[in-house]
């Protein structure tokens, strides 16, 4: 089928309604037919000329708010590039075969801005809806006028409120777009660690973006050995998110170049003193060496690991635990722990989400994660970190943000 050819200038000048288009500086650039019919005035009578200069503000009238309501809608809409609707406004027009004679008008105004290829305001849709008929035909604005008014001026708020609903969906879908930008780029997925098998979930609260203060980090080192880490920044949302990722970025670096967790840890101490946010944050380091077969770990105030051992038993890695980081006024050296690991074992780093909840003790969230651990230990850790939080989580959505890292030894 031929595509067919369009007269856009046919279509704007054909619309239903009143139409007209102006320049950022409010001068008429063209009007469609009804809103010449409507408004009384010609093409010739409006192109190229100023919209207060064809409509003054009725002189008369002392009260009279209609150019300026309209003047500040659209260099509003020029100046955010967003839609503007307004209230339902009375806008007396000069009789143009009868001087000095004003004519009574009820409009409903919206106004948008069209942008050009840089993004800049060019036009300015103004499209009115001329409610006049109704308020006459309602009695005019006699004793009970202003109830009338106010029923149309309620359906002009209806329509407003479905203009901002659908703006509030825009802005929700870019927000998530960057959102999930944000996660990408601050909780990338894990680097190959060797032949060891490893994986990793994030899971935001309930309710909030897709961005959260917990996260975790994989790095491989030389010598068969790898530092694993999760943390949790207090708090949800962006604002916390930017704290995650200064703080993971920085214990990435620690590690790299300290001589084991309990050092990194409080290089990441000194660093987050300087961050603001990062007060009371908790995470907890690990080097898991296959070489010695050993687990060396150090926790600022976060729930321990859980090593997950032959035949079920599960042993939560909770000697070398020292407050959050900033929880100090002065620097003290943090403790260091030490476990040994079978192969086949599994361990299980996650944050606090997994376990906690409110009004229940900490120790009845941590019996939980052992049994479900013993159960579904034999998975591969792709599985067993989908079990843990189908286990562990409520089916409608949790409150706390959740980062979990599993890792078969």
């Known amino acids: 089928m031929r595509k067919p050819q369009i007269d856009y200038t046919a279509v704007f000048h054909a619309l239903p309604g009143m139409v007209a288009l102006l320049t950022p500086d409010l001068v008429y650039a063209d009007a469609n037919d009804d809103f010449l019919r409507l408004a009384g005035r010609t093409r010739e009578q409006l192109l190229g ?10 002189p008369n009238d002392r009260a009279a708010a209609g150019m300026r309501e309209t003047r500040t809608s659209m260099l ?39 942008l050009g290829p840089d993004g800049n305001v060019v036009l300015i849709v103004h499209r009115v809806e001329e409610v006049t008929e109704l308020i006459r035909a309602r009695g005019g604005l006699g004793h009970d006028g202003r109830a009338r008014m106010l029923e149309a001026e309620l359906f002009t708020r209806a329509r407003e409120l479905q203009e901002v609903n659908e703006r509030l969906r825009r802005a929700q879908a870019r927000d998530r777009e960057v959102a999930l930008a944000l996660q990408e780029a601050m909780l990338p997925a894990p680097m190959p660690v060797g032949h060891h ?77 300087r961050v603001d946010g990062a007060e009371s944050t908790t995470v907890v380091k690990t080097l898991i060496d296959w070489g010695t077969h050993t687990i060396t770990y150090s926790s600022a105030g976060h729930p321990p690991p859980a090593l997950l051992r032959s035949g079920g038993i599960v042993a ?94």
């Open 76 to 114: 509003r809409a020029v100046a955010t590039g967003e839609r503007d609707t307004m209230a339902l406004l009375r806008y007396d027009i000069q009789d143009p075969e009868r001087s000095g004679r004003w004519v009574e008008h009820f409009w409903s105004p919206v106004n948008a801005p069209v």
């Open 197 to 273: 098998r490893a994986a990793v979930r994030y899971w935001p609260a309930a309710g909030t973006l897709n961005v959260c203060g917990d996260w975790y980090d994989l790095v491989d080192l030389p010598g068969d050995r790898i530092a694993v880490a999760v943390g949790d920044v207090v708090g949800h949302g962006l604002s916390a998110a930017c704290v995650m990722g200064q703080l993971r970025s920085a214990l990435s670096a620690a590690a790299r170049v300290a001589a084991g967790p309990a050092q990194a840890l409080e290089a990441l101490g000194l660093y987050a003193r």
């Open 49 to 58: 000329r100023y919209i207060f200069d064809v409509f003054p503000e009725n």
């Open 316 to 409: 939560f890695l909770d000697r070398a635990t020292d407050p959050p980081l900033g929880a100090r006024p002065e620097h003290v050296p943090r403790p260091e722990a030490s476990a040994t690991f079978a192969e086949g074992d599994t361990l299980v780093l996650y944050t606090d989400g997994l376990v906690e909840r409110r009004a229940e003790d900490i120790d009845t969230g941590l019996a939980r994660l052992a049994d479900s651990l013993a159960r579904h230990g034999q998975d591969d850790p792709e599985a067993l970190a989908d079990a843990l939080l189908a286990d562990l989580l409520p089916p409608s959505g949790n409150t706390d943000d959740t980062a979990l890292v599993v890792i078969r030894l």
